[in-house]
T-cell receptor, first 113, second 110 residues
């Protein structure tokens, strides 16, 4: 069976500090991978998606970046965090067939102070 | 541009009642529609996936319907239980990504 991991679970960082959130998927190969952000009381916002190693598409301009160094690893980064980066970050995967069911990780709660 | 709306934003019902959650979308050209559950501070759990060619899917006490022509989906929960309390989100597959509703926060009162 497939599982998806995210870490850390929670993170408190000062403004201007760097960020690295990691997501890994087990039990499947060549998944599509996604990073979402969920602000308090709001819907999910797609930040990045990747259809393969080194292939990243960005949905919104921001000071975040994503990388996919391995087939089942997806990393969300920032060089300098902003207060507005606070939120709940979710990683997801699917089989990329256009009609595939999407599965989510447990999320990372980021608070920028 | 596809937009997904979920009404109501919050719903509170006594335990044991049957209930319906609504999801509407503006563009009927969808690949599928997916219902998720999110517990506070947790990730999303997929409940049901309805392909565009299907009209409904069932899993236990849950039944989801899809009417593409009217741009609507409903999630029916039978015999609600306190453990069903959560936020329920629907999302539709557009060109290359899921488009999300803001969710319905459901509270089942014991």
């Amino acid at each position: 069976s497939q599982t998806i991991h995210q870490w850390p679970a929670t993170l408190v960082q000062p403004v201007g500090s760097p960020l690295s959130l990691e997501c890994t998927v087990e039990g499947t190969s060549n998944p599509n991978l996604y990073w979402y952000r969920q602000a308090a009381g709001r819907g999910l916002q797609l930040l990045f998606y990747s259809v393969g190693i080194g292939q990243i598409s960005s949905e919104v301009p921001q000071n975040l970046s994503a990388s996919r160094p391995q087939d089942r690893q997806f990393i969300l980064s920032s060089k300098k965090l902003l207060l507005s980066d606070s939120g709940f970050y979710l990683c997801a995967w699917d089989r990329g067939q256009g009609t595939a069911e999407q599965y989510f990780g447990p999320g990372t709660r980021l608070t920028v102070t | 541009k596809q937009e997904v709306t979920q009404i109501p934003a919050a719903l509170s019902v006594p335990e044991g009642e049957n209930l319906v959650l609504n999801c509407s979308f503006t563009d009927s050209a969808i690949y599928n529609l997916q219902w998720f559950r999110q517990d506070p501070g947790k990730g999303l759990t997929s409940l049901l996936l309805i392909q565009s060619s299907q009209r409904e899917q069932t899993s236990g006490r849950l039944n989801a319907s899809l009417d593409k022509s009217s741009g609507r989906s409903t999630l029916y929960i039978a015999a609600s239980q306190p453990g069903d309390s959560a936020t329920y989100l629907c999302a539709v597959w557009g060109n290359y990504q899921l488009i999300w509703g803001a969710g319905t926060k459901l509270i089942i009162k014991p």
